[in-house]
């Protein structure tokens, strides 16, 4: 593959006396898409949150783009304008528009011309479908929406990589599919993403790379062919048969 | 299916008037009782032109109204310096970086020193204290130090409201704030202050009612405001109706102010549930 955008190595992330994270090593290629799958518990939440830089790793490094952005006392600000979270709720600002949500944050953050990010933004929403939607209030759209825009907001700081936690878990079944959709989306445009996702056809669909969480750790990595297919870990085996039971 | 849904609703509308009917019945007994026994008291009539003399009262009422202008300018110039005060100090204890530690605990003891001091001996002691110190003519006012003292107890409570409130949304929301590359200072500014300060509207609005009433609590250091000009016709007429008069006063604004926040508050838990 190409060039390598993101690689994680020797992770470790405890919280008090729970060790979440056991040693996660992971490399992603720029444009790749890796879907992490796994239970309920199993770090796939804190490991994205680490990447984000939202929680602090006790070991081992992050390298984005050839620096190792997990020292301490770096600034972590630069560092998340460039890597986007979307979380399984959205938090979305509930005292803002939609389009005041996308907005805020390249206001704050760049110095360009408020009419060009709002005509930025405006692109954006009507790239996703939600032209019609942007002076709505978070609490006048459906969950789908919610979640689009919140996709939205992260994409407006131009993100090189984009992590979703989890982003269709909170939603009614006939709206995921909407959101999916976004994905594909970003997916053709050749968007670098980590996907955790209890959407297993999707992640068969769309994922270049499938690694298998389980008790903080990553205990299988594979295309998605093999993985689910063919699964080496008997571990892998009794999650997936759990998962497509339902 | 459908006459049984018009007996039903017949039978509510029954009920609605028979409850109707008790609560008035009920009422108008209480105050028949109450207009009929306490003439009887022995005391009532000496309570009576003492308390309730209308003459005086009328008399009084155009001078009580005036200097309640007083207590109205006190209050509105208190008012914003509450407001900007104790924003700051709930900001102040909010600081979690290590660096911002004396801030956080100046917050703290600020907070507990004037919650903890009853209000009339903040008055006494900052209203004669500072002007003691000799201080040249603006700098001596009772109008000026009373002020202060107010502002000083109300922030301290006022800054408590809004660290509530800042509490009160979740986390979560300055997470989306941070993983978006905002700095911590536009995430409190732009995310959690908004909604904090709107979730402390009916909390704030007691705090306007009970403001209002204190600032009577002046008339103990100087200033002519509504309290001290029913005391001074209260010595003069050697009558207490005066003091009636300044409560009907007080009550025409608190009442309704007291009602607004009721009336939010309910608005609030409605929204949330």
């Known amino acids: ?246 | 299916m459908e006459k049984r849904s018009t007996a039903r609703i017949a039978f509510e509308k029954k009920q609605k008037r028979k409850g109707v009917a008790i609560a008035t019945l009920s009422s108008a007994l209480l105050i028949l009782a109450l207009i009929i026994l306490i003439p009887r008291t022995p005391g009532w009539e000496k309570v009576q032109s003492s308390f309730f003399n209308s003459d005086i009262l009328i008399k009084t009422f155009p001078s009580l109204l005036k200097a309640f202008l007083v207590d109205i300018a006190i209050f509105l110039w208190s008012l914003p310096a509450i407001a900007i005060l104790g924003l700051l100090i709930a900001l102040a204890r909010d600081q979690k970086a290590p660096a911002m530690f004396p801030l956080r605990i100046l917050g703290i003891v600020y907070t507990d020193i004037f919650r903890g001091v009853p209000v009339i001996l903040t008055i006494f002691l900052i209203g004669f204290g500072i002007p003691g110190l000799g201080l040249p003519r603006p700098w001596n006012s009772p109008y000026l130090w009373g002020t202060v003292a107010l502002v000083l107890t109300y922030s301290a409570y006022v800054a408590e409201i809004i660290r509530s409130g800042i509490e009160s949304v979740h986390e979560s929301q300055r997470g989306a704030g941070k993983s978006l590359g905002l700095s911590e200072a536009d995430t409190m500014r732009f995310i959690v202050l908004p909604q904090a300060l709107r979730r402390v509207v009916p909390a704030n609005m007691n705090m306007l009612v009970a403001l209002q009433k204190d600032v009577a609590l002046l008339s103990f250091i100087g200033p002519v405001e509504i309290l001290r000009q029913a005391g001074v016709h209260k010595s003069l007429m050697a009558n207490f109706t005066p003091y009636v008069g300044a409560a009907l006063i007080f009550l025409a604004v608190t009442v309704p102010a007291t009602r607004y926040a009721d009336y939010l508050l309910a608005k609030q838990h409605r929204e949330r549930s």
């Open chain 1, 1 to 246: 593959m190409s060039l390598v955008k993101l690689q994680l190595n020797n992770l470790h992330k405890s919280f008090g006396d729970i060790e979440v994270l056991k040693g996660i090593d992971l490399s992603i290629s720029e444009g790749e898409m890796v879907c992490l799958i796994g239970s309920s518990g199993s770090g796939k939440s804190t490991l994205l949150r680490c990447i984000n830089l939202l929680e602090p790793i006790d070991q081992g490094e992050i390298v984005f783009n050839g620096r190792d952005i997990s020292e301490p006392g770096l600034n972590p600000q630069p560092v998340r304008q460039k890597i986007g979270l979307v979380f399984q709720s959205f938090h979305l600002f509930p005292h803002m528009t939609a389009l005041e949500n996308v907005m805020l944050a390249p206001k704050r953050t760049s110095n360009k011309p408020r009419d060009e990010i709002r005509s930025d933004a405006e692109r954006l929403f009507a790239k996703f479908g939600l032209a019609d939607r942007m002076e709505h209030y978070p609490d006048q759209l459906s969950g789908g929406q919610q979640q689009r825009v919140a996709i939205v907001r992260a994409l407006a700081m131009k993100p090189q990589i984009m992590l979703f936690d989890e982003v269709t878990s909170a939603l009614d079944p006939e709206l995921i599919e909407e959101v999916l959709d976004v994905l594909r989306q970003l997916r053709r445009q050749g968007m670098t993403m980590i996907l955790a996702t209890h959407e297993i056809g999707f992640a068969r669909e769309a994922a270049d790379t499938v690694c298998m969480l389980d008790n903080g750790k990553i205990i299988e990595k594979a295309s998605p062919e093999k993985l689910f297919s063919d699964p080496s870990e008997a571990r892998t085996r009794q999650f997936l048969s759990s998962v497509l039971k339902r």
